[in-house]
């Protein structure tokens, strides 16, 4: 079998498959869907100090080359991210 393992810095990957930042929240909704242990990593969505609800609806509006979106960084904040999303992405592989 085919090494894919990869260094990102001093962390070990098993393969360079990471979900891109924000498409993925924290990965709970990827779980869902997929067994995480076999993706390399999660880029997870931004962090900030405090919660934040995001911007109001809409959020996504399409475009004749594409879609625009503004979520507004909507986010637990720091503090609930270590108690409630990190432990769960540090257990999923």
Same mark, same amino acid.
């Given at each position: $079998?085919? !090494? *894919?393992?990869?260094?990102? &810095? ?11 930042? +924000? ?9 869902? $869907?997929? !067994? *995480?242990?076999?993706?390399? &990593? ?11 609800? +995001? ?12 879609? *625009? ?25």
């Amino acid at each position: $079998m085919v !090494d *894919l393992n990869v260094h990102v &810095g001093s962390v070990q990957l098993n393969n360079p498959l990471i979900a891109a930042s +924000g498409t993925a929240g924290f990965g709970r909704e990827l779980a869902a $869907m997929y !067994d *995480l242990s076999a993706w390399g &990593g999660i880029s997870s969505k931004g962090v900030t100090r405090t919660p934040r609800i +995001g911007n109001p609806t809409p959020r996504v509006a399409e475009t004749a080359s594409g879609m *625009l979106n503004s979520v507004g960084l909507q986010n637990p904040g720091i503090e609930a991210f270590i108690r409630d999303e990190y432990p769960f992405m540090a257990a999923s592989g």
